[in-house]
T-cell receptor
Framework: DQQVKQNSPSLSVQEGRISILNCDYT??????FLWYKKYPAEGPTFLIS?????DKNEDGRFTVFLNKSAKHLSLHIVPSQPGDSAVYFC???????????FGGGTRLMVKP | EPEVTQTPSHQVTQMGQEVILRCVPI?????FYWYRQILGQKVEFLVS????????KSEIFDDQFSVERPDGSNFTLKIRSTKLEDSAMYFC???????????FGPGTRLLVL
C-alpha cells in the first residue's frame, strides 16, 4: 500500500539553508495533510498541517505547500537548524474517516 | 502543555501471552487511536475509537486485538495471544472533536519472543 510516499529516505542540509521534504499521494479522497517529526524512541510530534482547500500554510520556520493537481506536498524549513535533525513523516486523512495514512519518512540531517 | 502518555515504555512477552498496552489521552480529547510501527516500516493505523465504540479499524486489527476505555482517562489496547510479528512500537493518539490534528504518545515498544 503506497498511498502516501516519501521518495527520499534521507536528506542532508547545511545549517541555515533551506530543507525541502517531499511527499506524494495517490488517493484523491485525501483532504487533510499533516507533517510530523520523530526522534528515535519517541512518538511522532505534530509540526504543521494543511487542508486541501488551501495551497500553503506557514508557521514560523515551517511552510507546507500543497499541489492538488500533482498530488504532491512539500515541507520547507527555513532556516534549518541542527535541532531539526529527525525523521519527518507526511500523513494524510481521507474525508470519509479519521485514520491517518503515513509515508515512510525522510531522515533529515542538518549539519552545523 | 498536555500530552498523551503511554505505559509501559517497554514490554517483553512470550509468544501466546496476553498483553495490555495503556494510554492516557489528552483530557478534553474525544477521538482515540492506536497505531503501530514495525521496525523499518511505516507507521500503520490499527483502530480508532469514539463515543465508546470502534469507529474504524484496519485489516491488522483482527480478533486478537481489542480496545477499551475502562474509565474516563485510560484507553487500552489488548492483544490476546501475541505472535512474533506483533513486535513493534505501539503509539496511542488522540484528538479533539473539532480539529484534525492527532497528538501521539511516546509509544510502547513490544517485543514478543
Amino acid at each position: 500500500d503506497q498511498q502516501v510516499k516519501q521518495n527520499s529516505p534521507s536528506l542532508s542540509v547545511q545549517e541555515g539553508r533551506i530543507s525541502i521534504l517531499n511527499c506524494d499521494y495517490t488517493n484523491s479522497m485525501f483532504d487533510y495533510f499533516l507533517w510530523y517529526k520523530k526522534y528515535p524512541a519517541e512518538g511522532p510530534t505534530f509540526l504543521i498541517s494543511i487542508s486541501s482547500i488551501k495551497d500553503k500554510n506557514e508557521d514560523g520556520r515551517f511552510t507546507v505547500f500543497l499541489n492538488k493537481s500533482a498530488k504532491h506536498l512539500s515541507l520547507h524549513i527555513v532556516p534549518s537548524q541542527p535541532g531539526d535533525s529527525a525523521v519527518y513523516f507526511c500523513a494524510a486523512r481521507a474525508n470519509a474517516g479519521n485514520m491517518l495514512t503515513f509515508g515512510g519518512g525522510t531522515r533529515l540531517m542538518v549539519k552545523p | 502543555e498536555p500530552e498523551v502518555t503511554q505505559t509501559p515504555s517497554h514490554q517483553v512477552t512470550q509468544m501466546g501471552q496476553e498483553v495490555i498496552l495503556r494510554c492516557v489521552p489528552i483530557s478534553n480529547h474525544l477521538y482515540f487511536y492506536w497505531y503501530r510501527q514495525i521496525l523499518g516500516q511505516k507507521v500503520e493505523f490499527l483502530v480508532s475509537f469514539y463515543n465508546n465504540e470502534i469507529s474504524e479499524k484496519s485489516e491488522i486489527f483482527d480478533d486478537q486485538f481489542s480496545v477499551e476505555r475502562p474509565d474516563g482517562s485510560n484507553f487500552t489496547l489488548k492483544i490476546r495471544s501475541t505472535k512474533l510479528e506483533d513486535s513493534a512500537m505501539y503509539f496511542c493518539a488522540s484528538k479533539t472533536g473539532d480539529q484534525e490534528t492527532q497528538y501521539f504518545g511516546p509509544g510502547t515498544r513490544l517485543l514478543v519472543l
